[in-house]
């Protein structure tokens, strides 16, 4: 390997510079070159010369490194950083995305005297922050600096490859400061994930180093795992008066929380990108073991800042939860740490003021619509709402898990009968034959009838609703026998009581139990499902792949919810 391979720039001289790019390429013999923008470090590391890195992936694990031999610039030092950048085939871009458009500046300048000189060699810029496709922000402020001629030098020669980063560097105790102030603490997690079709030269080889050729999905991963659970563990905790992750999770109950909300995401995720799941297992195992260190100390105020951002409909909660949705899993415990994270209140974080000056004057489903930008799916914006009231009303622990997992069961039967076999009221009905075994064939025919509100006319109510109606009345209701004898009416008013709660439930949820009226909430518009035509542009619109599908995945969750409380289930 020539000498250029074997250095490496490392431009952010900051925790996960020093603590995690440093680490990894310092064990493979690299030479590290560090640029920065504060002036006092600089000099502190060239004067020291050397500094220390404590990973420590739990109490009994610990790694001590003494790293030297390097060189760090300032980044005023602009010849000194080319003439090196001149011997590197690698630099590792470590710095806020917010510091993206300024030095991005700095590197066009960099790329444009490359240009010139006529240098023929590639440069991958390994793009190491934690965010989502960090390359593509950046890019956009490059090519605001660059000329044709730099234009035409980046893509042939720059690459641009975005990176997993999963390390955490933590404050180091007094101790290890005292020691050397200069000691960065991580929690020791080994390996850098990299895009490799990103790179335009030789991509490195050594231990640490994971070469991935689908970076979306390993993103996405990383997001909806490693950040989910860390907002769970927050928003929860927030609930319970706590100030450190720690204590969320040696709290048995939310830790149990937290745990069940992971695994709803995990199981999302295998279903939309194909992850086995021993590779989940394995993976998660590894989160959870990350985020019970307890020399982590993560302030539940430091990760629940911005819920604002935190709320957004492709990040670390939404996200999932509506990948649970597509997927036919109901995202129970996800909502519940959305609803939480509505409540998130910090003196010091701005974000969490604005959202509760807005539910002053707002339902907290107005709130849910404007901060995590959802409109047609009505079902995971109930589903919130109903946590939402719960922590209002102090039901702050869910102390039924068995009963959740009824519920989320029957979700799941539900939801897969109406993608395979179509026909919401007889799917409705299926669903409780799978789920208790027990099955009344003269019943299912029965609603043959009933589906797309009624016969496809789309003006009655929904398969979902009366489906349900009629599997409720087949566990209580007006007896034929008792007719003569005296109206059995006791079971018959029972059977009204139960049709009315969940009526209710549909009326909160979708606003009305007639078809094309649901139709409107979900589709934006309505459905006649009487012609071949109609049926077909109503497949299209996504009616049994997460529509409908989700409408009488809902339904039998409430059914068991209804059937559970009445002593049925």
């Not at 510079?17 to 560090?34: E, Q």
């Not at 990350?290 to 105020?301: T, Y």
């Not at 129970?332 to 004057?361: C, G, H, M, P, R």
Request: charged share 25%; with cysteine.
């Amino acid at each position: 390997m020539s000498n250029q391979l074997k250095n490496i720039l490392i431009w952010g001289a900051g925790k996960i510079g020093r603590g995690f790019i440093a680490d990894l390429f310092n064990k493979a013999r690299y030479n590290l070159i560090f640029v920065d923008s504060n002036q006092e470090l600089i000099h502190r590391l060239n004067t020291q010369k050397q500094y220390t890195i404590v990973n420590l992936p739990s109490l009994e694990e610990k790694e001590e490194v003494i790293i030297k031999g390097f060189q760090a610039f300032h980044i005023d030092e602009k010849d000194q950083i080319f003439q090196k950048l001149k011997e590197c085939s690698i630099l590792s871009l470590v710095v806020f995305p917010s510091a993206f458009e300024q030095v991005a500046k700095d590197i066009a300048a960099i790329i444009e005297r490359r240009s010139r000189e006529k240098i023929d060699r590639s440069l991958d810029i390994l793009m190491s922050t934690n965010i989502c496709q960090p390359s593509e922000q950046f890019k956009h402020y490059l090519f605001k600096e660059l000329s044709d001629a730099g234009k035409y030098y980046f893509n042939r020669y720059i690459g641009l490859v975005d990176t997993l980063i999963i390390r955490m560097g933590i404050e180091p105790t007094p101790e290890m400061k005292e020691k050397d102030p200069l000691t960065i603490l991580t929690n020791g997690y080994p390996e850098l994930t990299l895009d490799r079709p990103a790179f335009k030269g030789k991509p490195p080889q050594f231990k640490g180093l994971l070469y991935t050729t689908n970076m979306a999905h390993e993103e996405k991963r990383k997001m909806y795992t490693y950040n989910t659970i860390h907002a769970v563990y927050a928003y929860l905790g927030k609930q319970k008066g706590y100030q450190y992750i720690i204590e969320s999770i040696q709290d048995q109950a939310t830790q149990q929380m937290a745990v069940e909300a992971l695994n709803e995401s995990s199981r999302a995720l295998q279903k939309e990108f194909g992850y086995s799941n021993e590779e989940m297992k394995e993976w998660n195992n590894r989160v959870l073991k990350n985020m019970a260190n307890p020399m982590l100390k993560d302030k539940i105020n430091r990760v629940g800042a911005d819920p604002i951002r935190k709320l957004k409909k492709e990040d670390r909660l939404i996200g999932p939860a509506l990948m649970c949705i597509r997927n036919g899993i109901m995202p129970y415990f996800l909502a519940k740490a959305v609803a939480a994270a509505f409540l998130f209140v910090s003196e010091e974080d701005q974000a969490s003021s604005t959202i509760q000056e807005y539910l002053k004057n707002h339902s907290i489903k107005e709130a849910i619509r404007e901060f995590c930008q959802l409109d047609r799916e009505v079902e995971l914006i109930q589903l919130i709402s109903e946590h939402y009231q719960k922590f209002l009303n102090k039901i702050t622990l869910e102390k039924d898990f068995y009963k959740i997992k009824k519920l989320k069961e029957c979700y799941e039967i539900g939801f897969e009968y109406e993608k395979n076999y179509r026909g919401c009221a007889q799917c409705l009905i299926a669903t409780f034959f799978k789920f208790t075994g027990k099955t009344n064939n003269t019943l299912f025919q029965s609603a043959s009838g009933l589906s797309g509100g009624m016969a496809l006319c789309g003006d009655s109510a929904c398969g979902g609703y009366s489906g349900g109606i009629m599997i409720m009345g087949s566990y209580v209701g007006r007896r034929l026998e008792k007719l003569d004898l005296d109206g059995d009416k006791e079971a018959q008013y029972k059977a009204y009581e139960m049709a009315q709660k969940l009526h209710d439930k549909f009326i909160e949820t979708y606003g009305s139990v007639i078809c094309a009226d649901i139709h409107k909430q979900i589709f934006g518009k309505s459905f006649c499902l009487r012609s071949k035509e109609v049926r077909k542009e109503f497949e299209e619109a996504g009616a049994h792949l997460d529509k409908c599908t989700t409408v009488v995945a809902m339904a039998a969750s409430w059914v068991a919810d209804i059937l559970n409380d009445e002593g049925y289930l």
